[in-house]
């Protein structure tokens, strides 16, 4: 599985992959996308995971939170509280450049996460291209020093519903679907399924986000 931050990210990575009314904050299941979150607006992520079938406890528990800076600017910070990790804290951040300004034109974003003491940080540079049905999203990143590319691709089902599916190169990373809703205008869940390169044992992570404005209420 991948480092924290690149969850969604991957302010992860919290997301706002589709919309707004679709605040997939960041990312898909895993992959950064482009997107960036409203100047002002802010999420907050509950994130478990696990593996499939069977285990009696979760063994990954992430809590993180994105806020947009400026139109072109979000920054985030993670918690992980899992067992046995080295590092608690981590902080990222993205940057979208000027770019797409004719419609239908591709947004790229450059950005980095795992930023903390004593961990090598992993930046990445993201295309996003609206397509008719869907959008398609590429990039590539450093994870642990390691070059990786990576694919995915979501679409809206309904007012409140989106799919998405995404792929990271690297026998130590995964091929994911997930499903996307907004619960409330406020609340919103995601659950995935994550599926090894290397083969072995599905995953699953849910991730319950909390989003809103940071800044007072205009009179």
Same mark, same amino acid.
């Given at each position: 599985?991948?480092?924290?931050?690149?969850?969604?990210? @991957?302010?992860? $990575?919290?997301?706002?992959?589709?919309?707004?009314?679709?605040?997939?904050? $960041?990312?898909?299941?895993?992959?950064?996308?482009?997107?960036?979150?409203?100047?002002?607006?802010?999420?907050?992520?509950?994130?478990?995971?696990?593996?499939?079938?069977?285990?009696?406890?979760?063994?990954?528990?992430?809590?993180?939170?994105?806020?947009?800076?400026?139109?072109?600017?979000?920054?985030?910070?993670?918690?992980?509280?899992?067992?046995?990790?080295?590092?608690?804290?981590?902080?990222?951040?993205?940057? @979208?450049?000027?770019?797409?300004?004719?419609?239908?034109?591709?947004? #790229?974003?450059?950005?980095?996460?795992? #930023?903390?003491?004593?961990?090598?940080?992993?930046?990445?540079?993201?295309?996003?291209?609206?397509?008719? @049905?869907?959008?398609?999203?590429?990039?590539?990143? @450093?994870?642990? $020093? $390691?070059?990786?590319?990576?694919?995915?691709?979501?679409?809206?089902?309904?007012?409140?519903?989106?799919?998405?599916?995404?792929?990271?190169?690297?026998?130590?990373?995964?091929?994911?679907?997930?499903?996307?809703?907004?619960?409330?205008?406020?609340?919103?869940?995601?659950?995935?399924?994550?599926?090894?390169?290397?083969?072995?044992?599905?995953?699953?992570?849910?991730?319950?986000?909390?989003?809103?404005?940071?800044?007072?209420?205009?009179?």
């Amino acid at each position: 599985m991948l480092p924290p931050r690149a969850r969604l990210t @991957l302010l992860a $990575s919290l997301l706002f992959a589709l919309t707004q009314a679709f605040a997939a904050y $960041s990312g898909l299941v895993i992959i950064p996308t482009a997107d960036i979150m409203p100047a002002g607006e802010y999420a907050v992520v509950a994130q478990a995971d696990g593996a499939l079938p069977g285990h009696d406890h979760l063994d990954t528990c992430l809590l993180y939170a994105t806020a947009g800076v400026t139109d072109w600017l979000e920054i985030g910070a993670d918690y992980d509280f899992s067992d046995d990790v080295e590092t608690r804290g981590y902080l990222d951040a993205k940057l @979208l450049l000027p770019t797409a300004e004719e419609d239908g034109a591709p947004h #790229i974003a450059v950005g980095v996460f795992n #930023i903390a003491r004593d961990t090598d940080a992993s930046p990445y540079i993201v295309v996003t291209r609206d397509f008719p @049905l869907l959008r398609a999203h590429a990039g590539a990143m @450093l994870l642990d $020093s $390691s070059p990786q590319a990576f694919f995915g691709i979501d679409t809206i089902l309904c007012d409140r519903c989106a799919v998405m599916a995404d792929y990271t190169t690297g026998v130590d990373n995964f091929a994911t679907v997930g499903v996307y809703t907004d619960l409330t205008d406020r609340l919103n869940l995601l659950v995935g399924a994550l599926f090894p390169n290397a083969g072995g044992e599905t995953r699953f992570t849910v991730q319950l986000g909390c989003c809103g404005s940071y800044r007072p209420a205009k009179e």
